[in-house]
Structures are given as structure tokens and as C-alpha cells.
């Protein structure tokens, strides 16, 4: 795989030349790819994502925006102001805080995320990417055409790209989904990965036209890369009874060329997203639900406090010098935590 000439170009020559012992032996020129009609990107020819700008690929960049963020952006700013202008009060305050004898948790980490929550946040940003759409007259893929790869047997109706689709429709499709094929929550972020890094590598916009098959094209690559057991595409037929595996072959095949076979994702994109979404549900008035820490938790976190001081109780020896006279100069400082 890491030869350039493998598996693209031969290696040996087709006829074997006769060389006299008077001539010096004089190798063939190398082929290249145009003479051999082949023009197969080899890995080392790609071009290397960390030294595109940032704003062009969030979707592989830790410290890039996420695009569903910047977009939610200008709703809330209108928000805010509409509320400021007609002297509207938001409503009574439903966010509690914790105090000296009360600590309210949500059950949402980064590594084990709210699925309900998390569905609902992924459904607001596609809604926002929707809403908040460039209208340059982009082009639309005929994959993701529903009026030309319909979903279901029901007719489209004449003006499917006019209405933009509401967030609880947006919801209702992911949750099926989710719940039909049993997928995690981890999936639903990845999901969002792939579907910006789509938009940022093809240049499209999704549209009330094709938002339900870019969806549908992101789930299910997210569920075959995340999930070890990962669903089948004979099995999304089951869940959508209309839809055949020659269609969804096809919209897995086509998705892959567009994200140029990049369906890395690094930890530290997951938990920007992650936080992103996060920051979405908090100006949206999504909050996640917040339950009083119990005794019980408590001591699961006492716990886990526990083991990652013994996780690192050798990184603490390898911090101290050896010297005697630099002990006094660079000493690692530990503070157990407590959780009462």
C-alpha cells in the first residue's frame, strides 16, 4: 500500500530486453500516471488538511468554529433583541443552581452523553443549517434529490424545496432512526461531523430537498464507523419500508467519494462538538435536565476520584527529579479531591 506504483502501475516490464555485454545497462524511465492512464491519488499526494485554513474545515480542525454554531448565532442575537425592544419577560428562570447543602448534575458527559438530549440538540443544528442556509444557488445533488430517490411511495408534493422543515420534523426522523437501530448517543455527534465535513468538502447546502437523505447518508456511516456491531443497509429497509438496498448502497458509495474517504474523527473534534452542542441547548433554553447528586453518585465519583489518583500515581514519580539539590525547585504538587 505504501508503494506508489502498487496496485496502480507494473512493476516489471512486459517484455524482457537482451542487452549486449559492449552496451552499459540503462534502466527504463519511471512511468508516470498519465502515461499509464492512471490518475489514482496515491495517500502520500493528498493534500494535508492541517495546513488549510481553519474556517474551511471545521469539521477536521479542533480550534475551527463549528458551522452550526456561527449559524444559530444570528437567531438568538434576534432573540434577545425582539425581547429587549417589546419589553418581554423570557418567563420565570427553570435553571437551578447548586448550593452549599444541594449539587445538581446532569447525567450528560462527554463520554456518555444524554441520548434524548443529545437527539434533540443534533436536530436543532441540522434545523439551523437549514434555516440559515446560503442562498447562492448552490448546487443539488441528484443522491440526495428526494423528488428523484423518494423515501417513501408517497408522491412528493410539487413544492418539497420551498418549505423549510420544522425542528420537531427534523427530531421525529432522527429519532426513528436512532431508536429503530438502537444507536447511541456518541453516534449523533459523529453524525454532525460527518454531515459539515459533507457540506465543506462537496460545497452544498442542505435544503428542505435533500436534508432527510444527507441525514439518512451521515447516520449511517456514523453507526458503521462508531458502533462495533454496526447496522446493516438491508436493515435500514426495514425501517424505512419504501427504500431499497440498491438506493442505499448507492447513497453510502456516493457519500464516501464526497468526504474524500475522510471519515476520521479525532477526539478532540468529538468533544468540541460535543461542547458546541452544548452551548447550543444553553442559548436555545434546551437545558439538560439537572438532578440533586446523591449519596449514591457521590460515592461513584469518590471512586473514580480514586482510581485516576492511582492512574497517575507513576506519572507522579516520573515528575520528581532524581537530584537532590532540583528537589526543592520542581516538585509536582497532587491535591486529592473530596467529595463529600
Given at each position: 500500500?505504501?508503494?506508489?506504483?502498487?496496485?496502480?502501475?507494473?512493476?516489471?516490464?512486459?517484455?524482457?530486453?537482451?542487452?549486449?555485454?559492449?552496451?552499459?545497462?540503462?534502466?527504463?524511465?519511471?512511468?508516470?500516471?498519465?502515461?499509464?492512464?492512471?490518475?489514482?491519488?496515491?495517500?502520500?499526494?493528498?493534500?494535508?488538511?492541517?495546513?488549510?485554513?481553519?474556517?474551511?474545515?471545521?469539521?477536521?480542525?479542533?480550534?475551527?468554529?463549528?458551522?452550526?454554531?456561527?449559524?444559530?448565532?444570528?437567531?438568538?442575537?434576534?432573540?434577545?433583541?425582539?425581547?429587549?425592544?417589546?419589553?418581554?419577560?423570557?418567563?420565570?428562570?427553570r435553571r437551578k443552581y447548586s448550593s452549599c447543602s444541594t449539587i445538581f448534575l446532569d447525567d450528560s458527559t462527554v463520554s456518555q452523553p444524554n441520548l434524548k438530549y443529545t437527539i434533540k440538540c443534533v436536530a436543532l443544528a441540522i434545523y439551523y443549517h437549514i434555516k440559515n442556509r446560503d442562498i447562492d444557488g448552490r448546487m443539488l445533488l441528484d443522491i440526495f434529490d428526494e423528488k428523484l430517490h423518494p423515501l417513501s411511495k408517497l408522491e412528493v408534493p410539487q413544492d418539497y424545496d420551498r418549505h423549510d422543515p420544522e425542528q420537531k420534523q427534523i427530531y421525529r426522523f432522527v429519532r426513528t432512526l436512532f431508536s429503530a437501530a438502537q444507536l447511541t448517543a456518541e453516534c449523533a455527534i459523529v453524525t454532525l461531523v460527518y454531515l459539515e465535513r459533507l457540506l465543506t468538502y462537496a460545497e452544498i447546502d442542505i435544503c428542505p430537498a435533500n436534508w432527510k437523505r444527507i441525514v439518512l447518508g451521515a447516520i449511517l456511516l456514523a453507526s458503521k464507523v462508531w458502533d462495533d456491531q454496526a447496522v446493516w443497509n438491508v436493515d435500514y429497509c426495514q425501517i424505512?419500508?419504501?427504500?431499497?438496498?440498491?438506493?442505499?448502497?448507492?447513497?453510502?458509495?456516493?457519500?464516501?467519494?464526497?468526504?474524500?474517504?475522510?471519515?476520521?474523527?479525532?477526539?478532540?473534534?468529538?468533544?468540541?462538538?460535543?461542547?458546541?452542542?452544548?452551548?447550543?441547548?444553553?442559548?436555545?433554553?434546551?437545558?439538560?435536565?439537572?438532578?440533586?447528586?446523591?449519596?449514591?453518585?457521590?460515592?461513584?465519583?469518590?471512586?473514580?476520584?480514586?482510581?485516576?489518583?492511582?492512574?497517575?500515581?507513576?506519572?507522579?514519580?516520573?515528575?520528581?527529579?532524581k537530584s537532590v539539590s532540583a528537589d526543592n525547585l520542581m516538585v509536582a504538587r497532587w491535591c486529592p479531591a473530596i467529595i463529600s
Open positions: 500500500m505504501g508503494n506508489t506504483t502498487s496496485c496502480c502501475v507494473s512493476s516489471s516490464p512486459k517484455h524482457r530486453r537482451t542487452h549486449s555485454r559492449l552496451e552499459p545497462y540503462l534502466p527504463e524511465p519511471e512511468l508516470s500516471r498519465e502515461d499509464t492512464g492512471c490518475n489514482l491519488q496515491h495517500i502520500s499526494d493528498r493534500e494535508n488538511l492541517d495546513d488549510l485554513p481553519m474556517e474551511y474545515n471545521p469539521s477536521d480542525h479542533p480550534r475551527a468554529s463549528t458551522i452550526f454554531l456561527s449559524k444559530s448565532q444570528t437567531d438568538v442575537r434576534e432573540k434577545r433583541k425582539s425581547l429587549y425592544v417589546n419589553h418581554h419577560h423570557p418567563g420565570p428562570m424505512l419500508k419504501d427504500i431499497t438496498v440498491e438506493d442505499m448502497n448507492e447513497l453510502e458509495r456516493q457519500f464516501l467519494e464526497l468526504l474524500q474517504f475522510n471519515i476520521n474523527v479525532p477526539s478532540s473534534v468529538y468533544a468540541k462538538y460535543y461542547f458546541d452542542l452544548r452551548s447550543l441547548a444553553e442559548a436555545n433554553n434546551l437545558s439538560f435536565p439537572l438532578e440533586p447528586l446523591s449519596r449514591d453518585k457521590a460515592q461513584k465519583l469518590e471512586a473514580i476520584s480514586r482510581l485516576c489518583d492511582d492512574k497517575y500515581k507513576d506519572l507522579k514519580k516520573q515528575a520528581k527529579k
